[in-house]
């Protein structure tokens, strides 16, 4: 099964996420991609939208094999071996100035969500591996949700079985679990990359309404 787009996979993810409507919940959308699912969703659910400011840090010999993951508070690392602490702390500063680049950008007209006692609803628009996505769930968790759903339209089933796994992953909402799976954006029809323009404004114009 294909996507036409993001909008498309947004509007067939908030079917599967009709028991949430109304809750004490937040839609937490990963940047950029998942902004404009993340968007659909929070609208269909009458709940507030937010975004995940957190960044992967890629093993130093394979960049996108995630070892961790940095938010502008916290850090968590997986146990792993013979990586130089010089690398990490590098890292972890660079990071965390794209981070607060990105705060100041997406934060012009609001500010983020409380999340303490909050179901927290983390969509993105596909998942590969997994890593990325738990390291975040796991900085997600040091803000004291009440439970952490991950909600995404297509992702392979042991990327799935390993978040399921997770003691922070109180539910997984996933509508395709494809055999063959080489890339998410294999699963869309339209896949463009979200500007950081597009980002921002999706957030402004949740942020105004009422």
Same mark, same amino acid.
């Given at each position: 099964?294909?996507?036409?787009?993001?909008?498309?996979?947004? =509007?067939?993810?908030?079917?599967?996420?009709?028991? +949430?409507?109304?809750? /004490?919940?937040?839609?937490?959308?990963?940047?950029?991609?998942?902004?404009?699912?993340?968007? &659909?969703?929070?609208?269909?659910?009458?709940?507030?939208?937010?975004?995940? =400011?957190?960044?992967?840090?890629?093993?130093?010999?394979?960049?996108?094999?995630?070892?961790?993951?940095?938010?502008?508070?916290?850090?968590?690392?997986?146990?792993?071996?013979?990586?130089?602490?010089?690398?990490?702390?590098?890292?972890?500063?660079? @990071?965390?100035?794209?981070?607060?680049?990105?705060?100041?950008?997406?934060?012009?007209?609001?500010?983020?969500? /409380? =999340?303490?006692?909050?179901?927290?609803?983390?969509?993105?628009?596909?998942?590969?591996?997994?890593?990325?996505?738990?390291?975040?769930?796991?900085?997600?968790?040091?803000?004291?949700?009440?439970? @952490?759903?991950?909600?995404?339209?297509?992702?392979?089933?042991?990327? &799935?079985?390993?978040?399921?796994?997770?003691? +922070?992953?109180?539910?997984?909402?996933?509508?395709?679990?494809?055999?063959? +799976?080489?890339?998410?954006?294999? +699963?869309?029809?339209?896949?463009?990359?979200?500007?950081?323009?597009?980002?921002?404004?999706?957030?402004?114009?949740?942020?105004?309404?009422?």
């Amino acid at each position: 099964m294909m996507f036409k787009d993001r909008i498309d996979a947004g =509007l067939q993810l908030a079917q599967e996420l009709k028991q +949430f409507k109304d809750k /004490d919940a937040v839609v937490l959308a990963i940047p950029r991609g998942g902004l404009p699912l993340g968007a &659909i969703v929070a609208r269909e659910l009458n709940v507030p939208l937010d975004v995940v =400011l957190t960044k992967k840090i890629g093993h130093p010999t394979n960049k996108e094999y995630a070892i961790g993951a940095v938010s502008m508070e916290n850090r968590i690392l997986a146990p792993s071996e013979g990586i130089p602490s010089s690398y990490i702390e590098s890292e972890t500063l660079r @990071i965390r100035n794209l981070l607060n680049e990105r705060y100041k950008q997406y934060y012009k007209k609001s500010k983020p969500q /409380d =999340l303490t006692d909050k179901l927290v609803i983390v969509v993105d628009d596909g998942i590969a591996t997994g890593n990325t996505i738990l390291a975040t769930v796991a900085l997600v968790q040091k803000k004291s949700p009440k439970a @952490i759903v991950i909600a995404t339209p297509v992702a392979p089933a042991d990327a &799935i079985q390993k978040l399921e796994d997770s003691p +922070f992953v109180s539910e997984v909402i996933c509508l395709q679990t494809p055999y063959y +799976f080489r890339a998410i954006g294999q +699963f869309y029809d339209d896949f463009d990359p979200v500007t950081d323009k597009e980002a921002i404004r999706i957030l402004e114009e949740f942020s105004v309404e009422p």
